[in-house]
Structure formats: C-alpha cells, structure tokens
C-alpha cells in the first residue's frame, strides 16, 4: 500500500507541478499586457525590453532580414537547451529497455492480479523501483518545453508590436517630410477654402505615395518578406500583409502586440496607399498575407516530432485488465495530440514569425530524434554483440 500511496503521490504532485507552471506563465502573460506596447507619438521607437526579443533584435542587425534571423535564432536555442533533448531521450530508451526487460514480469503480475488492482499496483511499483524505471524524470523536459514556448511567445509578441510601431513611424515621418514640403511646416492650420483644399488633398496624394514608395523599397520589403510570406510579423494565412489600424492597435487579432498614440483617421490617412497595396498581398485587394503553408508544416512536423517521441519511449505497461497502457501513458497519449494542435492555433492566428520558429523547432527535433534513434541502434548492437560473447556490460 505504501508503494501506492508513493505513486500516486509523485504523479499528484507531477500534475500540481506542471498546472502551477502553466498557471504562472498564463499570469506572468497576462500581467505583461503592456509588453509588445509601443508608443508612436515620440521622435523615436523604443526598442525591444523582453530580453528575448533583445537577442533576436541584435542578431537581426547582422542578417537584416528577420526570417533568416528567426530560423539562425532557433537552431541556436536548440542547440542551447540540446543537453534538455539528450537528458530526455536518455531516460526515454532507459526506461524502454528496462519495460522491455520488465514486461514477461509485468503481464505474469497483471494475470496474477488480474482483479487486484492495488496490489498489482503495488507489485508494479517495486519492480519499477528495482529495474530503476523513472515515471517522473521523463515529464520533466516537457514542463521545461510549455515554459520555453510561453516565454518564447511573449518576446516574438514584443518584436511583432515593435516591427508595426517602426513601419508606421517611419511611415509618418516620409508623409511629415513630404507634406511639410510642399505646405510648410504649418500646413495642418492652413486655411482649408476651395482652393486651399485642393492643393491639401493634392499634397497628400503626393505624401501617401511617397510613403508607399518607402513602404515598398526593396530594403523594406526583403525585412519584412520570406519566401512566399509577404509580410513575416502578420499570419501566413488570410490576413492582409500590411495592418489596418484595429490590428495595429491591438483591437483585433490574436497577437496582443500593439503601437498608441496614433488616432485611426490619421493611421488611415498616412498608410492610405500602403493597406490593400497589390505589392503587400495575394488575390483582390491583396487579402492574403500568406498561403497557409507554415501553418500546415507546422502542425505535421509537431505530430511527427511527438510521435517519434512517444515511440521511443516504448509499448506502455500491461494493466491489471491484460491491456496496455495506464493514466500516465494515457496522459503521454494526449500530449501526442494537445501539442501540435496548440502550435496549430499559434500558427494559424499568430505571426508567420512564430510558425516560422515552430516550424524550425520541430524540424530541428526530428533529424536530432533520428540521430539519436541511430546512435542507439548502433549501441544495442554493441551491446548484443557483447553479450553474444559472454562480456554483457553491466546494467545500472
């Protein structure tokens, strides 16, 4: 009954675990609204204070164009938090061998026990504790991956709020430019009679072209594009590659990045030429930023990543009923599925950024899985080779 009660105990405070983490990193999401925050009213921009987005925003000044820097920025982080990937999949074939070794045992125990399902747990739990089969150790990097992807999230938010703020101050400073000179400088207080007003709205079709001009330099454009992404900060998917003021401003959308300080009449009035441009946009009225194609890449390298995963962590143990398969693999089963749904959800409605670093993530982790996978067929053929001569390695 104790090795119960033990059990359950770490499987209780396993889930208490991962719901407080998940908790504070909603809350620490939450509280943070005024990240990804920017106010277009000053001279300048402020820059990115989320030290995540810090690191890609200085790596961006050296590649320039911030597809490349997310994917450059994500091979890094893998490569950062590898020994996470190795201490995980070092536990999962451990723990496969050791169920490999412990299942004859484990299927005599479910027989046994077959309408004892406490005591067969209890037997369960003292054959895990003897061949050292950790049930804990293997969760753990996943709770470390939800809090990397939550806090990885908060500071693509930031750069997606910072990128719109700096597209449309630069925006507003070439119409100010372009206005001023041929109105003067106290051309918002002119007199707006007949003929004044015509020479206004002449001014300013010549100040929005302008703007769409800068808009669309090619120095711009290769920023903001990547592949067939017209614009990486808005979704790969319908929405229109340029924002309209609700997007902007954090009124619409799923990304809760946002500038102030800017009224919608003026936000419209500047990037009049700039929204529903043919040059920012797939179909009529340039409508779709993207063509869906992260979203979905997304979504099937994550199933393949968790599926690979899950397989390498072995056939699940027999339960008291014959069956296979018990809370925690069920548990395990669900993350198969919940994972790639939720970076479905952030692919699909977040920035193409975002997918962008899923996508890579996820591809990332598949050639590390299969290397591995590799390196540990190379490894039990070692070891059978050993044993085959009499000079079996000692098990731990």
């Known amino acids: 009954m104790a090795g119960l009660k033990s059990r359950r105990r770490k499987i209780f405070l396993l889930v208490a675990l991962i719901a407080l983490f998940a908790v504070c990193a909603i809350a620490l999401t939450a509280c943070n609204a005024d990240r990804g925050t920017f106010d277009v009213s000053g001279e300048t921009v402020a820059e990115p204070t989320h030290f995540i987005a810090k690191l890609m925003y200085q790596l961006n000044d050296k590649i320039q164009i911030f597809g490349w820097t997310v994917v450059v920025f994500t091979v890094i982080l893998k490569l950062v938090l590898s020994p996470l990937d190795i201490w995980q999949r070092v536990i999962s074939r451990r723990n496969a061998k050791a169920m490999k070794r412990m299942r004859p045992q484990l299927e005599a125990l479910a027989e046994k026990y077959g309408d004892d399902k406490q005591r067969y747990q209890q037997e369960q739990m003292a054959l895990y504790k003897k061949e050292k089969y950790s049930m804990v150790g293997a969760c753990l990097p996943s709770l470390v991956t939800i809090i990397v992807f939550i806090v990885l999230f908060m500071g693509f938010r930031e750069m997606v709020g910072y990128q719109f703020a700096l597209d449309y101050k630069n925006s507003y400073n070439v119409f100010e430019t372009a206005m001023t000179e041929q109105l003067g400088e106290d051309y918002e207080s002119m007199d707006k009679t007949l003929e004044n007003a015509e020479k206004y709205q002449a001014a300013v079709e010549v100040a929005q072209q302008k ?119 069920a548990n395990m089963k669900m993350m198969q599925y919940f994972m790639p749904i939720m970076i479905g959800v952030f692919a699909l409605f977040y920035s193409a950024a975002f997918a962008l670093y899923t996508f890579t993530s996820s591809l990332v982790a598949i050639v590390f899985q299969l290397i591995f996978a590799l390196v540990g067929k190379i490894l039990d053929k070692r070891e059978e080779k050993l044993a085959e001569s009499g000079f079996a390695p000692h098990r731990k």
């Not at 529903?276 to 797939?282: H, K, N, V």
């Not at 995963?309 to 143990?317: D, H, I, M, W």
Request: proline share 5%; charged share 20%; hydrophobic share 40%.
């Open 211 to 329: 703007v769409a001009d800068f808009y669309f330099d090619d120095q711009q454009v290769s920023m903001r594009k990547f592949l067939w992404i017209h614009n990486i900060f808005v979704s790969d998917s319908w929405k229109e590659g340029v924002p309209d003021y609700l997007v902007a401003t954090g009124q619409e959308g799923f990304a809760m990045s946002k500038i102030t300080g800017v009224m919608k009449d003026e936000y419209e009035l500047i990037m009049g030429k700039v929204i529903g441009a043919d040059s920012a946009g797939y179909g009529e009225g340039a409508k779709w930023n993207g063509l869906l194609i992260l979203p979905v890449l997304s979504i099937a390298l994550s199933f393949l990543s968790q599926k690979l995963l899950t397989k390498s962590q072995g056939a699940p143990p027999p339960s008291p009923n014959g069956k296979s398969g018990d809370s925690m693999q």
